[in-house]
Structure formats: C-alpha cells, structure tokens
C-alpha cells in the first residue's frame, strides 16, 4: 500500500505538491483563486508529498528510496514562493518532515544514514522556519497568525488563529532551535504557547479561535477536535522532548477540565462553552479520533480503550470515520473520510500498551476498508460522500506519512515507533 501510493505520486505528480489520484496527474495551488484555502493552505509547489513522505521511507528501511527522495528534495526544494500557506500545516508537514528526514540521514541507527550528505534538509528547514517567523512579530501579542506569504511575510487582513493553529508548533520550533543553536524559534514559541494558555478560562478550558490583535476570543467553544485538537498533544510531547515542567502541568490542567466538562456521561467527548462548561452540540469529529493515541501516552489506558471504541463501532458501520458525527441524533453530518490517521495511529498505540489482538482485528478491518473502497490506478482516494462510498480525487499527503505508516507499524513487532522516535530525538536531546 505504501508503495502503490508512493509511487503513484513519484510517477504521475511529483515535483507537484500531490497526486490527484482518479485521474494520475499531479496538483499545486490554486492560482487562480487564491481564496481556496482548502488547497492553498497547504499546497506551496515545494513538494510536500514527497517530504512529508521521508521519515515512512526510513521508518520501512528503504534506504535506496529514501536517499533518492532527499537527492530530490536538494534539488527541486525553494521556498522562495510568493504565496501565502497556513502556518500550522506548513509546519507539521513540510518543517517536520525536513527535520525527520535530517535525524535520519546523520544517524547510524536505523539504516538509512546517507554517505554523502551534508545537512542540506537542515538547511532547507532553517529557511523555512525564518520565513514563517514573521506571523509571530505582526501583532505584539505575540499570538501567531494562521497564515504567511512565505516571500512577502504577513499580508493585511490576518487577525486571527485557531487554538491548535496557535499552540501546535512547539516540538518543531524548538527542535530547529537546538538543531541550529538559533534558539529564536523555540523562545519565540514557547512565549506564544503560554500567551495563549493564559487566555483560558477560569475552567481551564480554551476557545476555538482567538484573535491575535486583540488576544480575545472570537470562538469560545471548547472541545478536543478541529481547532483545538493538536493542542493538547503537543502540550504533553513538549514536556516529554524538553523536560519543563510548565509543559506538564499545563497539559495536566487541561485534560482534568476536559474530563470534567468535556466528557459527558456516555464517554462522548461533546462540545461545550469555555466559560460555563455548559454542551452546546454533540458533534465529534473524526480528527478527535486522535485522543485515545494521546491517553495512552498519558496511562489513561480505561479511558483510551473506551473513546477508541466508540470510534471502532464508528468505523465499522460506515467503513471510515465521518468527518463530523452527531451522537445526539446518530447521524453523519460531514460525510466524508480524507484517509485521515488519528484513529488508525490510536488503534496502533493501544495495541502497543495492551498487546491484546482485537486492535490487530481492527487493523486488519481498516486495511481491507482502504483497500477496497480507496484504491485507485495510481493511488488511493478520499470518500465524499462517504456513505456512497463515492470516491474523491484528493490523496493528502499525511496518508502516506501517517495513515500508512502506523498501519505498517501496527503489524510489525520490531519497532515501538515512540521509543523510536524519543531515542532519534535524543541523538541531540538527553531524554
């Protein structure tokens, strides 16, 4: 599957940004309608499948592919774009995949190490990362802006972010930090990161979208989905991968409020006012799907099993996990699957804390359901809707560099890609 994927993408679309995977061609921004967010948010004509496709290549030892992809990479990269991208994905797709795909290229550890490389993905990221700092000068809050022309820096209009947006950028800032010795990335984020946490409320809930002129609210729902999600990992990876305390004890604060006012009494994690804790929709989206993977890495192995399971029967009914479900009224409301990998990457992570096999079921059930309804000629397909079944021409990049990569995770024993991962990191960071 990966390969059928991967390839599909060298061979049809690269060096475009993805693989329309219906018709076999390759996709870039949406120049005629800069307004597309939806494309252009994430779509910067630098390759992305291709890099945020580096560390799967490591991760199954493809050593051959994956030094032909950095030698690509070199070769093709610029960020000198004229256009304007979302920060928080262009930093969890491209930033991360640079650094990823860096950690392993110098490392004798895991049999990709490249002879004749000389820090050039370190270099492209150093790039990268100055261009996506001036989100965070524009406005003295120090709150960034979600989004920045990566020639031209911030252009008028930007006012706001969303939580996750805002708090999701810890673990790439200040790995480049300390990678580089210009610790602008991690200090200027790590201010950010507390500026938001001290706009919550007195439940210790934050808000969905927070304006960064003003740094108030301008969308006071609280939940663990869309807008907020990533959040709250990071919070917790931060304190793993840097050891302060503050990252803990902000994460800490925050899970005991969300099991307080955002679990209800089903288990069903809803949403809720950040200032009452009141409900205010039962809608649960399926990048909420994440959060068992995170309670697994927090202990909380009863309520991981119990939230992954309400998903499972999601799954199992509809062969994906819709975009929004409604548990109120028991029905779809955004009906359609982007091949997204929160569940499948919580599904592996409880199989690796209980090792009990309905987890390798549920595996086995999400591999044929993407196999079956997803595969095209020259790649694998989105579903919308998703109760027809009908397919979509999008393959996101995090298909490849998630959603397959846990899956192959799921069913080979040598390797806890966590340890994996915290051990590559400690190469620079003594975890």
Partial sequence: MIYHAFNGYMKYAFPMDELYPLTCKGRTRDYANPD????????GNYTLTLIDSLDTLAVIGDKKAFQTAVEDIIKTVDFNCDCKVQIFEVNIRILGGLLSGHLFAISDDYGVKLDNYNNELLDLAYNLGKRLLPAFEYYKSEIPLTRVNLKKGVLPNETNNCSAGAGTLILEFGTLSRLTGDMRFEVIYCYALFKLWNKRSKLDLVGNTINSSSSKWENTISG???GIDSLFEYMFKAYIL?????????????YKAILKYVKDQDGVYVNVNMDTGFSVSSNMDGLSAFFPGLQVLIGDIP?????????AELWNKYHAIPEVFN?????????????RPEFIESNYMLYQATKDPYYL????????????????ECGYAQLNPLTSLKKEDRMESFFISESLKYLYLLFDEGINIYIYIYKYISIYFKI
Avoid: R, W
Avoid at 303 to 311: D, M, T
Avoid at 361 to 376: A, P, Q, R, S, W
């Fill in 36 to 43: 597309n967010y939806g494309i252009n948010d994430v779509l």
């Fill in 224 to 226: 663990i989905g869309a």
């Fill in 361 to 376: 079921v549920i595996g086995e059930m999400i591999l044929y359901d993407i196999e079956n309804f997803c595969k095209t």
């Fill in 242 to 254: 840097f050891g302060d305390p503050d990252y803990l004890k902000m994460f800490n604060d925050s």
């Fill in 303 to 311: 309520n991981a099993i119990h939230l992954h399971q309400i998903f």
């Fill in 327 to 339: 548990f109120n009224k028991k029905e779809v409301e955004n009906d359609y699957y982007l091949l």
